[in-house]
């Protein structure tokens, strides 16, 4: 039973600090940089011209990062 509180209290302790760490930074969780295509697996969205839902994304990344201040 001890072991199991001490596990228990490890991952409590984690999820804490993780809980912490975005309240702080403001940041999600993020994978690695390669993503799918680092293991040559295609995207799911791999058309010419994205639909009318993500070409509006798009386009409004693209302002975000035109405009930002840093």
């Known amino acids: 039973m001890t072991i199991f509180l001490l596990t228990f209290?490890?991952?409590l302790l984690v999820m804490v600090a993780?809980?912490?760490?975005?309240?702080v930074q403001r940041k999600t969780i993020a994978?690695?940089?390669g993503g799918?295509?680092?293991l040559g697996i295609e995207k799911a969205c791999d058309c010419d011209k994205p639909c009318e839902k993500r070409q509006q994304r798009?386009?409004?990344e693209k302002f975000w990062?035109?405009?930002?201040?840093?």
């Open 9 to 11: 209290g490890l991952f």
């Open 36 to 38: 799918l295509d680092g």
């Open 58 to 60: 798009l386009d409004k």
């Open 18 to 23: 993780m809980a912490i760490g975005y309240l």
């Open 31 to 33: 994978g690695s940089c």
């Open 65 to 70: 990062q035109q405009n930002k201040i840093i």
